[in-house]
């Protein structure tokens, strides 16, 4: 399976939180499915760390590259697709992963329950 990791998916990921379900966590784990990561959601920790509204520790970007995630960049047919999604999720963000999602035809991995509304290939942690 490929599967796009939301933001706060990989950040309880790369430091362990427990608030990570055990499900979500198996299927990161699993050697047969490949894991992306979006340079939006560096985007958005990076911007959300600057404004004081996140924290990171020290070795965050060193975490970070021990990992075998795939990187995912932000295409112009990605910023299209946004214009495309119907308004359940307001958060401009949340709308760019899901968006590169479906283009890329990735699954979605979130906890975040208002995005299950963008249909079967948003899988919900937990």
């Known amino acids: 399976m490929r599967l796009l990791l939301d933001t706060h998916i990989l950040l309880w ?7 990570l379900p ?6 990161i784990q699993d050697p047969e499915n490949t894991m992306f990561v979006s340079t939006v959601s560096l985007w958005e920790i990076w911007l959300k760390h600057s404004l004081g509204k ?3 520790p020290e070795d965050f970007e060193e975490k970070l590259a021990r990992e075998s995630f795939e990187n995912l960049p ?3 047919a990605h910023t299209r697709g ?3 999604l119907p ?3 307001r958060d401009p963000f949340d709308r760019m992963l899901i968006a590169q999602a ?5 699954n ?3 906890a975040d329950e208002i995005a299950a509304a963008y249909g079967d290939m948003v899988l919900l942690a937990g």
Not at 13 to 19: E, I, Q, R
């Open 74 to 76: 932000l295409t112009a």
């Open 82 to 84: 946004v214009a495309l």
């Open 54 to 56: 996140l924290r990171l």
């Open 22 to 27: 055990a499900p979500a966590r198996c299927l």
């Open 13 to 19: 990921w790369l430091a362990g939180d427990p608030a």
């Open 87 to 89: 308004w359940h999720h």
């Open 102 to 106: 479906q283009a890329e035809r990735l």
């Open 108 to 110: 979605f991995l979130t």
